[in-house]
């Protein structure tokens, strides 16, 4: 061991005896609670700052207080701190070490008593400042129905419109195709003629139902999408909710 570490070892054994048998009788029992609560070089710099009042060297006694605080800065040191202030007649600093004791988490009496002194120091006590309010966000009133922004029912549509002109041209194609069969010369040709308009009319039958089937079904969720969607902005996004 080192005899710096010795050293710096004695001399807080020192201190703390020095404490232990230090005379706190002239001490109010208040003062010596409190005192009770600091770190041990607080408490020696609070106590001396307390008999320094009592001696009416209000000087001394807030530079010890001063000291105590910044050693343990415990609430009740900074309105004592500040009291030394203004018995010293520094109301200016005893002004500002009240406000910032009245942003403390002290009762209402003692916010009463801290707001009365700035007022006999001439000062006007101050709202603590408090932070803004992260503010929601604003939902603008839900936006009409727009059908080509409903996904789904588009592409049933678009789905049911194709399959009708599939429909279509096959029908036409069928049309066409029994004309060449009526006008065939050989038999043959007729029969074969036949057979195909009436293939191309079979897929026209088909590709036409389940066109239609295809956009009524999109039609039908245009209008139900219609009566049930609610869509929402914050102007930078678009929800859509749906009610079921």
Same mark, same amino acid.
């Given at each position: 061991?080192?005899?710096?570490?010795?050293?710096?070892?004695?001399?807080?054994?020192?201190?703390?005896?020095?404490?232990?048998?230090?005379?706190?009788?002239?001490?109010?029992?208040?003062?010596?609670?409190?005192?009770?609560?600091?770190?041990?070089?607080?408490?020696?710099?609070?106590?001396?700052?307390?008999?320094?009042?009592?001696?009416?060297?209000?000087?001394?006694?807030?530079?010890?207080?001063?000291?105590?605080?910044?050693?343990?800065?415990?609430?009740?040191?900074?309105?004592?701190?500040?009291?030394?202030?203004?018995?010293?007649?520094?109301?200016?600093?005893?002004?500002?070490?009240?406000?910032?004791?009245?942003?403390?988490?002290?009762?209402?009496?003692?916010?009463?008593?801290?707001?009365?002194?700035?007022?006999?120091?001439?000062?006007?006590?101050? #709202?603590?400042?408090?932070?803004?309010?992260?503010?929601?966000? #604003?939902?603008?009133?839900?936006?009409?129905?727009?059908?080509?922004?409903?996904?789904?029912?588009?592409?049933?549509?678009?789905?049911?419109?194709?399959?009708? #002109?599939?429909?279509?041209?096959?029908?036409?194609?069928?049309?066409?195709?029994?004309?060449?069969?009526?006008?065939?010369?050989?038999?043959?040709?007729?029969?074969?003629?036949?057979?195909?308009?009436?293939?191309?009319?079979?897929?026209?039958?088909?590709?036409?139902?389940?066109?239609? #089937?295809?956009?009524?079904?999109?039609?039908?969720?245009?209008?139900?999408?219609?009566?049930?969607?609610?869509?929402?902005?914050?102007?930078?996004?678009?929800?859509?909710?749906?009610?079921?």
């Amino acid at each position: 061991m080192s005899r710096r570490l010795l050293f710096a070892i004695a001399l807080s054994l020192c201190a703390t005896r020095a404490h232990a048998d230090e005379d706190l009788s002239d001490l109010d029992p208040r003062i010596i609670q409190m005192a009770n609560t600091l770190t041990a070089n607080a408490r020696l710099h609070f106590i001396a700052g307390y008999r320094a009042f009592n001696a009416k060297d209000y000087k001394t006694a807030s530079k010890e207080i001063e000291t105590a605080y910044k050693l343990d800065p415990e609430v009740p040191l900074l309105y004592t701190w500040a009291l030394q202030e203004k018995a010293a007649g520094n109301c200016a600093r005893a002004v500002d070490l009240f406000q910032k004791y009245l942003y403390s988490d002290i009762s209402k009496a003692q916010a009463d008593a801290a707001r009365k002194a700035i007022n006999d120091c001439g000062g006007v006590p101050k #709202v603590e400042p408090k932070p803004d309010p992260t503010p929601d966000p #604003v939902i603008a009133a839900p936006l009409g129905y727009t059908w080509y922004r409903d996904k789904p029912a588009d592409a049933l549509v678009a789905g049911g419109v194709i399959g009708l #002109v599939i429909g279509t041209i096959y029908f036409a194609k069928a049309g066409s195709t029994a004309s060449a069969a009526d006008s065939a010369f050989y038999l043959d040709d007729h029969d074969r003629l036949r057979d195909d308009a009436t293939h191309q009319r079979n897929l026209g039958i088909g590709a036409t139902v389940i066109g239609g #089937v295809l956009a009524g079904a999109g039609a039908a969720l245009w209008i139900y999408h219609s009566k049930n969607a609610s869509v929402t902005t914050d102007g930078h996004s678009v929800a859509f909710a749906m009610k079921f």
